[in-house]
């Protein structure tokens, strides 16, 4: 599946390495993607992962689908104890489910790719699986180990989950989170 991986290549140059640019991780095989900025602004990863949609979730801007808003839900939240996505979990929910029905690649990214892009992730899986704040984050942090959203997004997943469940079961008190 990933064919632009393969190489030759046995020994590696310390500059090579530098120059290596990491491609985002993979959440739903083939068709859900997170990253950040550098890699959704990246010609070659986009052709290579085949992505056909964004989910933005930051406050940059960037020359995704000009021309076609369809593509591009962008979230404009500030990386801080102040944002608030709440707001935008429907939509965003909704928009992930109607581009995975039209067959599209979506990359899911925010500046570092870390904590507001990962919060988005796991409203996502969340509302899609009926699952809870705890099992969405372990498989998340399976795929991304350095994933770390904020303390307010935790809380607002927190309450997120008692929309999506009925009522908040994971204790985001527990140091884990």
Not at 8 to 17: D, H, R, S, V
Not at 148 to 164: M, T
Request: charged share 20%.
């Amino acid at each position: 599946m990933y064919h632009f991986f393969r190489t030759q290549k046995i020994i590696w140059m310390p500059q090579e390495l530098d120059a290596f640019q990491p491609y985002p991780v993979e959440i739903m095989p083939g068709r859900i993607y997170l990253g950040n900025f550098r890699q959704a602004c990246d010609p070659k990863i986009q052709k290579d992962l085949k992505i056909t949609a964004h989910v933005n979730v930051s406050m940059e801007t960037g020359p995704f689908f000009v021309g076609d808003a369809d593509k591009l839900l962008h979230i404009q939240i500030e990386d801080s104890l102040e944002a608030n996505i709440t707001p935008f979990l429907r939509h965003l929910c909704h928009f992930i489910e109607v581009h995975l029905e039209l067959g599209s690649v979506i990359l899911v990214f925010s500046t570092m790719g870390i904590s507001r892009s990962c919060a988005a992730i796991l409203a996502y899986l969340m509302h899609q699986n009926e699952q809870t704040l705890k099992r969405s984050w372990a498989y998340v942090k399976k795929c991304k180990t350095n994933m770390r959203p904020n303390r307010a997004l935790v809380a607002q997943l927190s309450e997120w989950e008692k929309v999506v469940l009925g009522d908040i079961v994971t204790d985001i008190l527990d140091p884990l989170y």
